[in-house]
């Protein structure tokens, strides 16, 4: 069965930390990684990842893909009160049939 | 352009009733998805229409059925609701191709009583 496991489930940080999201992940068949932040209702996506080794950045945000190792990092540099969020990972193996983590809910405290 | 769609926002039912649920996809998108949001679970894959046909389906019972018009509006269906149906159903919207990201919308929150 296809899984993905992110961790930590939770993580309060101060504005201005450095923090590391992880997701591993098993799947059958492997297309691409997808990053999405969930604030309140919509999950709104961040990266799409299908290579490993290459960094996607936006802004302070960068991600990398590991396939042989089936794991991928979210960084997020120099946080601020609006990246508290749940951040969730998901493996799509084909026919928009994503699989999920159950996320990562991140606080950033002032 | 106009997001992701969905109607209503909030829904209150009783066991054993039905519901049906609505969205509207962006503008060209002919790919819909349904997923569940529930705090234990995280978000689970109910199915997938294209161009009017379903493509992919999850592990939910039959109770969970779905459909796509011609417009690409999609509408989703739970019968015999249980308590256990209560959660955040999303649907989400894309070109329908491979390594594509999906456009999520702020989902039917639905309350079983």
């Known amino acids: 069965e296809d899984k993905v496991v992110q961790s930590p489930l939770s993580l309060v940080v101060h504005e201005g930390d450095t923090v590391t999201l992880n997701c591993s992940y098993e799947v059958t068949n492997f297309r691409s990684l997808l990053w999405y932040k969930q604030e309140k209702k919509a999950p709104t996506f961040l990266f799409m990842l299908t290579s490993s080794g290459i960094e996607k950045k936006s802004g302070r945000l960068s991600s990398i893909l590991d396939k042989k190792e089936l794991f991928s990092i979210l960084n997020i540099t120099a946080t601020q009160t609006g990246d508290s969020a749940v951040y969730l990972c998901?493996?799509?193996?084909?026919?928009?049939?994503?699989?999920f983590g159950t996320g990562t809910r991140l606080l950033v405290s002032p | 352009k106009a997001g992701v769609t969905q109607t209503p926002r909030y829904l209150i039912k009783t066991r054993g009733q039905q519901v049906t649920l609505s969205c509207s996809p962006i503008s060209g998108h002919r790919s819909v998805s349904w997923y569940q949001q529930t705090p234990g679970q995280g978000l689970q894959f109910l199915f997938e229409?294209?161009?009017?046909?379903?493509?992919n389906k999850g592990n939910f019972p039959g109770r969970f059925s779905g459909r796509q018009f011609s417009n690409s509006r999609s509408e989703m269906n739970v019968s015999t609701l249980e308590l256990g149906d209560s959660a955040l159903y999303l649907c989400?919207?894309?070109?329908?191709?491979?390594?594509?990201?999906?456009?999520f919308g702020s989902g039917t929150q639905l309350s079983v009583l």
């Open positions: 989400a919207s894309s070109f329908g191709s491979a390594n594509e990201k999906l456009f």
């Open positions: 229409y294209f161009s009017e046909t379903q493509r």
């Open positions: 998901a493996v799509d193996p084909g026919f928009q049939k994503l699989v």
